[in-house]
């Protein structure tokens, strides 16, 4: 684990594993490296090397001063990967991550060995600029309790709320110190970074093969946005993981994993034969 300092900025990160192809982990917008802890031994023991960042006003990492654009996580991830000596990597970027994921692969594609996209879009259509103006909103009362109550019934499909409502409701209460004023107006800044995110007209420049995660209950990225990023990249892949909402690798880690790594293994063993 470490910094890189980047535009006064310190980026965090936790490079896991001995050696090994690099797999970076992309956060969606209300994660951090510690969300990936358990999910990130089946690929450690897989034999990949880890690399989990936070972004910007995310995590450990620092807070900016300044409102930015969300090509600027591309940006840090360049300069972090060549302070780390990483020439070649897998990336692997949920929701939020995996926008920032395309935006990499579009401008840095001779770094990316193969791309995972999971539940999430490469625009903001209406209806998911409605959820993110709900969320700010939530954001600005500054209570964890009230947020999570007005953000998790979208993230989390009908299925895993009705199997693991009180875990639910626990982490509702938990929320309350979880949550600070610091950690709103962090939150609110990664959210303007938005702004008129629409890279529809660019995805077909993504040359790494490419594996597409939708959740067939997600209603943040619903199945049209995730399948539309599948159709539009031309050696591409998609997978719909049944009863299953926005959250993914927490609702089905299981069949998350199973499908990451049977795709990281089938290309690295054509590539090889190749």
């Not at 927490?250 to 034969?273: A, D, M, S």
Request: glycine residues 8%; contains cysteine.
């Amino acid at each position: 684990m470490g910094t890189v300092t980047i535009n006064n900025v310190e980026i965090y990160y936790e490079l896991t594993g001995e050696s090994g192809e690099v797999l970076t982990i992309l956060n969606g917008i209300m994660m951090s490296s510690n969300s990936w802890t358990e999910i990130k031994k089946a690929y450690v023991q897989a034999g990949y090397r880890v690399l989990t960042v936070d972004f910007r006003d995310q995590g450990k990492s620092g807070s900016s001063p300044v409102s930015y654009e969300i090509q600027q996580h591309a940006e840090d991830l360049k300069i972090l990967l060549d302070s780390l000596h990483i020439n070649k990597t897998n990336i692997l970027g949920i929701s939020y991550g995996g926008q920032v994921g395309m935006i990499f692969a579009i401008k840095y594609k001779e770094l990316v060995e193969r791309l995972i996209l999971a539940n999430t879009s490469s625009r903001l259509s209406n209806f998911l600029k409605g959820i993110g103006a709900a969320w700010d909103e939530a954001a600005k009362l500054g209570d964890g309790e009230k947020f999570f109550r007005i953000a998790m019934p979208l993230i989390y499909s009908d299925v895993f709320y009705e199997t693991h409502y009180q875990w639910l409701k626990e982490r509702e209460k938990s929320f309350k110190d979880i949550l600070t004023k610091e950690w709103f107006e962090r939150y609110l800044r990664l959210s303007s970074s938005h702004g008129n995110y629409n890279i529809e007209k660019e995805i077909y420049n993504i040359e790494a093969p490419t594996l597409v995660i939708g959740g067939d209950r997600d209603m943040v990225t619903p199945y049209e946005e995730t399948y539309k990023i599948y159709k539009n990249i031309n050696n591409a892949a998609f997978v719909m993981i049944p009863e299953c909402g926005h959250a993914s690798c927490y609702e089905k880690p299981q069949e998350f994993n199973i499908q990451v790594l049977g795709f990281l293994g089938t290309h690295h063993r054509k590539e090889n034969q190749g």
